[in-house]
């Protein structure tokens, strides 16, 4: 499946979810800053995503929850900015997020602006790219990582 056309049923997911005018929803909009999206929503948009896709989404692998005290833990975090022990973890739960210009000011707060359309189409283009290499079984087995979400 093509990008384009994972772009073009993810912005349908999306509207089906948040209510948000499809001519809104961008490659770039941010899901809780631009889409206003909730913790409640998500939910939501991982249940319609895997109906759309035919795909498998385990629990807190597409959205985050950290451990618990994985912000207050100073190997993680220190002033409010991941620190490289940090920002291998994020990057481990979530490769298909765009770490291009947030390694450049790894501010916790702005955690949540990594997660965008973009990433949605990408991590969709993987897990169908995964389901076809193996028959199916599309998890990377990430489970679940704790109580903290987005949003």
Same mark, same amino acid.
């Given at each position: 499946?093509?990008?384009?056309?994972?772009?073009?049923?993810?912005?349908?997911?999306?509207?089906?979810?948040?209510?948000?005018?499809?001519?809104?929803?961008?490659?770039?909009?941010?899901?809780?800053? #631009? =889409?206003?999206?909730?913790?409640?929503?998500?939910?939501?948009? $991982?249940?319609?995503?895997?109906?759309? *896709?035919? %795909? &498998?989404?385990?629990?807190?692998?597409?959205?985050?929850?950290?451990?618990?005290?994985?912000?207050?833990?100073?190997?993680?975090?220190?002033?409010?900015?991941?620190?490289?022990?940090?920002?291998?973890?994020?990057?481990?739960?979530?490769? #298909? =997020?765009?770490?291009?210009?947030?390694?450049?000011?790894?501010? $916790?707060?702005?955690?949540?602006?990594? *997660?965008? %359309? &973009?990433?949605?189409?990408?991590?969709?283009?993987?897990?169908?790219?995964?389901?076809?290499?193996?028959?199916?079984?599309?998890?990377?087995?990430?489970?679940?990582?704790?109580?903290?979400?987005?949003?």
């Amino acid at each position: 499946m093509k990008q384009e056309e994972i772009m073009t049923r993810v912005k349908r997911v999306l509207w089906e979810a948040l209510g948000v005018d499809e001519d809104e929803i961008t490659a770039d909009s941010k899901l809780v800053k #631009d =889409l206003a999206a909730e913790s409640i929503d998500f939910s939501d948009i $991982v249940l319609k995503l895997e109906r759309e *896709f035919k %795909v &498998s989404i385990p629990k807190c692998e597409l959205f985050p929850s950290f451990p618990e005290g994985f912000f207050d833990d100073s190997a993680n975090n220190e002033h409010g900015r991941l620190t490289d022990h940090g920002l291998l973890i994020l990057k481990r739960l979530f490769p #298909d =997020l765009d770490f291009s210009q947030f390694v450049k000011d790894p501010q $916790v707060h702005l955690i949540n602006d990594l *997660f965008t %359309v &973009s990433y949605l189409v990408n991590y969709i283009a993987r897990k169908i790219s995964v389901n076809r290499d193996v028959g199916g079984f599309g998890s990377t087995g990430l489970g679940s990582f704790g109580s903290i979400a987005l949003g």
